[in-house]
């Protein structure tokens, strides 16, 4: 790659001053107070991308938040790399932890301090500024088309149907993203499966109102007791998930596959020490990592009701509500276990309540082959910046779109992540090291070198 290190180098400040016009944005799209942020974050990304020097590009509506589409046509008889990305963030609160402000980026200790820096506006920009690269230098060997939509952090509702109307236009040799991770600055490493997701609300109701506790309390079921009740019986004493029918499509990875994915460097002192706990936990039998890329899990996201404000107030609430997910490995279908939980979190509900659970949103699981010609580019790419081969890895996370993407359009995916466990994604001070930033955009067009040149063979 000619002058590549010169290019990145003469041009950083730039880029990073083009990201934070991006970061400053606070497009939260789960927040509706936020839909003209959206629009302006859409319109900001089609800017940068016509700049950068791709063919065309649009806002493209859909019944939520739009999508940015891009092409840069070289030769129709050449491969097409489809880039996705999103530029939706989540909230920001609490906003009392964050050091800095979250929409006022930052740089210190040679990271950018700020809401979506990581996930996904500060790696979605990298592929931006590796196809200017590419184009401005005149090396670019592939077609490109980018997909950066505005829904993935509220579970992408509207990018299936997008992608089934617009067939046609996104047709492709791979899709390639990065919203994922790696393990270290000096270790990179490729996500070969993503586990799928089911979440829920729940909505527990006791009582017609609220009750004095001293008049009432001990005779009415307290609807935050027994939802605590109800939690607590979604697990065993031995970390499994108690929903009848939970495990039944779980496929069990093989002890040669579980010996290699157990050579990815970890430390569990670090670990713990990272995140200030005295010990881990989780189900019997399976070590931390594999925990959370090989199993499900249960987690609470969210638990509200009764009196919240300052001091006391002696009240046995109406309701209580929570917010629940579930993630899935690879061959468990989202939609069967939304099933499976309704209808068994209602079943343990005692007659002193009443019970009420609202699905919000889900995706599949994905696996990624690594005798795929878009992993061995990939791994060729990061090989020849870093200076060695990178691990594959399973995430604990979840991009449900991905798996969406093979059904609609059958195109798989490659995870070319750089993001970092202490980007503190979705947390307050989320932040991307710099160096990072500037490896991805280093990395990024020898895919599209070692791409090209496999697919021609």
Not at 24 to 32: D, F, G, T, V
Request: charged share 25%.
């Amino acid at each position: 790659m000619k002058d590549l290190k010169n290019y990145i180098e003469e041009n950083k400040e730039r880029f990073l001053n083009e990201l934070f016009e991006l970061i400053r944005i606070p497009s939260i799209s789960a927040k509706s107070e936020h839909k003209e942020d959206m629009v302006k974050a859409a319109n900001q990304l089609k800017k940068s991308l016509l700049e950068a020097g791709v063919d065309k590009a649009e806002v493209m509506p859909t019944k939520g938040n739009p999508v940015v589409y891009a092409e840069k046509t070289i030769d129709p008889n050449a491969p097409t790399v489809i880039v996705y990305g999103h530029y939706d963030v989540m909230p920001a609160e609490p906003f009392e932890l964050w050091k800095s402000p979250p929409f006022e980026p930052e740089i210190r200790d040679g990271k950018i301090w700020a809401r979506g820096a990581d996930d996904d506006k500060g790696q979605s920009f990298m592929h931006i500024k590796a196809f200017e690269y590419l184009v401005k230098t005149k090396q670019l060997p592939c077609n490109v088309k980018f997909m950066i939509e505005g829904e993935e952090e509220v579970g992408s509702p509207n990018l299936g149907p997008w992608c089934e109307e617009n067939k046609e236009l996104l047709k492709g040799d791979i899709i390639l993203v990065s919203d994922t991770g790696m393990i270290a600055p000096d270790i990179p490493s490729i996500t070969t499966g993503l586990r799928g997701l089911s979440y829920w609300q729940v909505e527990v109701t006791g009582p017609n109102r609220d009750l004095h506790s001293g008049l009432f309390g001990g005779a009415v079921a307290n609807p935050i007791n027994v939802l605590c009740k109800m939690i607590a019986q979604m697990q065993d004493e031995k970390g499994k998930i108690t929903i009848p029918g939970f495990y039944d499509d779980v496929m069990e990875v093989s002890a040669e596959e579980r010996e290699l994915l157990g050579r990815a460097p970890f430390n569990l002192e670090e670990y713990k020490a990272a995140i200030d706990i005295a010990e881990v936990c989780g189900e019997e039998g399976y070590t931390t990592s594999e925990r959370t890329g090989i199993r499900p899990s249960f987690d609470v996201c969210g638990i509200w009701g009764g009196y919240q404000g300052e001091g006391a107030k002696t009240v046995l609430p109406s309701k209580a509500f929570a917010k629940v997910s579930t993630r899935l490995v690879p061959n468990q279908d989202n939609e069967k276990i939304a099933i499976l939980f309704k209808k068994h979190f209602e079943s343990i509900a005692p007659k002193s309540v009443k019970v009420v659970v609202t699905p919000l949103h889900g995706g599949q699981g994905y696996v990624c082959p690594i005798d795929l010609p878009a992993y061995k580019a990939a791994e060729k790419a990061y090989t020849q910046v870093f200076g060695k081969r990178p691990v594959p890895v399973r995430s604990g996370g979840s991009i449900p779109i991905i798996s969406t993407f093979e059904e609609i359009l059958g195109i798989k995916s490659v995870l070319m992540g750089f993001g970092l466990e202490s980007d503190a994604i979705h947390s307050p001070n989320e932040n991307f090291p710099v160096f990072n930033f500037l490896k991805g955009i280093e990395t990024i067009p020898y895919f599209y070198k070692y791409f090209a040149e496999i697919m021609k063979k």
